[in-house]
T-cell receptor, first 114, second 114 residues
Framework: EPEVTQTPSHQVTQMGQEVILRCVPI?????FYWYRQILGQKVEFLVS????????KSEIFDDQFSVERPDGSNFTLKIRSTKLEDSAMYFC????????????FGPGTRLTVT | AQSVAQPEDQVNVAEGNPLTVKCTYS??????LFWYVQYPNRGLQFLLK??????LVKGSYGFEAEFNKSQTSFHLKKPSALVSDSALYFC????????????FGPGTRLSVLP
């Protein structure tokens, strides 16, 4: 069964450093999302991406964050200058088509900012 | 704005007994509702969804959920709980807007005791 993959599984970085989290969506999916979860708490929406552009973003997704699909397969989340409060699990999710369909989540990247 | 509440942080049930995990929602327009399960250090796995049609929807691993429009609820149920069902359960509603992202509830930790 196809699945969403994410790398790395765990990233440790120092405050102020840039990190790039990578996601490989399910191959025929067109809608891509990033969510984050702080320490097993609520899952929070960050950004949605469709047709090579951001379709929606939350208040969390400020100028420090960016997304892109550099090579038509990977979907990346970049945090330019990490802060302690960016420490969280970051999940990539993808969806095949428009409409009220389920999203498929990757296993997550645990980001630890020290 | 769309929102989801899960009134119980923790639900404990004995193995073999029926289980219910509660979810209530507040939406503008049609509610598109989802349940996900998260096992430790894993991503979110889709269980089931309500889009339209029968109020009782069946999903993976023997779970089902009952949509109740008058009570704005979408409770997750299983007739006979297994120890392996112990996990974190999230109810979600599709947000309005072009991005079609999910708004998640705070999660309910289910413990099934042997």
């Amino acid at each position: 069964e196809p699945e969403v993959t994410q790398t790395p599984s765990h990233q440790v970085t120092q405050m102020g450093q840039e990190v790039i989290l990578r996601c490989v969506p399910i191959s025929n999916h067109l809608y891509f999302y990033w969510y984050r979860q702080i320490l097993g708490q609520k899952v929070e929406f960050l950004v949605s991406f469709y047709n090579n552009e951001i379709s929606e973003k939350s208040e969390i997704f400020d100028d420090q964050f960016s997304v892109e699909r550099p090579d038509g397969s990977n979907f990346t989340l970049k945090i330019r200058s990490t802060k302690l409060e960016d420490s969280a699990m970051y999940f990539c999710a993808t969806k095949g088509t428009g409409g009220p369909n389920e999203q498929y989540f990757g296993p997550g990247t645990r980001l630890t900012v020290t | 704005a769309q929102s989801v509440a899960q009134p119980e942080d923790q639900v404990n049930v004995a193995e073999g007994n029926p289980l219910t995990v509660k979810c209530t929602y507040s939406v503008s327009g049609n509610p598109y509702l989802f349940w996900y399960v998260q096992y430790p250090n894993r991503g979110l796995q889709f269980l089931l969804k309500y889009i339209t049609g029968d109020n009782l929807v069946k999903g993976s691993y023997g779970f089902e959920a009952e949509f109740n429009k008058s009570q704005t609820s979408f409770h997750l149920k299983k007739p006979s709980a297994l120890v392996s069902d112990s996990a974190l359960y999230f109810c979600a509603v599709r947000d309005i807007g072009y991005g079609q992202n999910f708004v998640f509830g705070p999660g309910t930790r289910l413990s099934v005791l042997p």
